[in-house]
């Protein structure tokens, strides 16, 4: 093989082989992924209603429909006081019902009714189109995911356990469990003294809501994505670090932040 300059042919194979084995080495920007469930992976709407029908339905009430839209409100608006600590969670889960009833003139035990209710709704599962496969996807690309909701553990627990989406998760952080709630910092700080080799700037919270997750991100200097598949405006001091509308913009997103030293372009 006369001609050959064997030392530049050797150089480039060994160059070759350098950039083919970068393209392997890919590194995550984010390890720790922390879901939201309600609204973001959980179709809380659907298990809402079922559950709200059949505890109307054992109370006797005719106008269910009257007393659904009276109660969704009320719940939404009660919630937001809590994040907002205007009340306690006893007080929410204790009252919304013991209030519904009050304003069609009955009186009702709120406790008891508050405890039928949970019952109802542990059992409901329903969720997104297209969740499972997300967080298929996400296992493939060696995430760690962990779900991070604001709720009642007897009701998350037993709806992640309908869902199917409970084997997915690391661990389930719910904010009754942890004694506080998003958007305190105090919550991210909890979570991630369970997790081990816990990094701030490894980690992501995913989820729909701007006052719970978003801002919840914000104060605990984690950055966020905003869930927003209705293509809402923000009129809040939330600012996300992301913000996508589909569980497929999601993957893109995530697949943007990959780093890798060799340009993209470069194929074998």
Not at 86 to 113: C, M, P, W, Y
């Amino acid at each position: 093989m006369d001609g050959i300059d064997w030392y530049d042919f050797l150089t480039l194979c060994y160059n070759v082989h350098n950039s083919f084995s970068e393209r392997k080495t890919l590194k995550l920007s984010y390890k720790f992924l922390l879901f939201d469930l309600d609204h973001t992976l959980l179709d809380f709407d659907a298990a809402e209603d079922v559950a709200l029908t059949q505890l109307l339905k054992e109370e006797g009430v005719a106008d269910i429909q009257d007393y659904k839209d009276y109660y969704v409100p009320m719940n939404k608006a009660l919630w937001k006081d809590l994040e907002q600590k205007k009340i306690s969670k006893q007080e929410l889960v204790n009252t919304r019902f013991s209030r519904l009833f009050a304003h069609f003139g009955q009186e009702k035990d709120g406790s008891f009714l508050a405890q039928r209710y949970q019952f109802y709704l542990a059992q409901q599962g329903q969720t997104f189109s297209g969740a499972h496969e997300l967080l298929d996807s996400l296992i493939e690309r060696d995430y760690e995911l962990y779900a991070a909701t604001n709720g009642i553990t007897a009701i998350q627990t037993g709806r992640l356990a309908q869902s199917g989406l409970a084997p997915y998760f690391n661990q389930v952080f719910i904010s009754e469990q942890l004694q506080t709630q998003k958007p305190d910092a105090l919550f991210y700080e909890k979570i991630g003294q369970q997790i081990t080799g816990f990094s701030k700037e490894k980690t992501l919270m995913i989820g729909d809501s701007l006052t719970a997750d978003i801002q919840g991100g914000n104060n605990a200097g984690i950055d966020t994505i905003w869930y927003n598949p209705h293509h809402l405006e923000n009129p809040t001091q939330a600012q996300p670090t992301y913000e996508v509308y589909s569980f497929q913009d999601l993957l893109d997103c995530l697949d943007k932040t990959v780093k890798s030293g060799l340009d993209s372009h470069f194929l074998l």
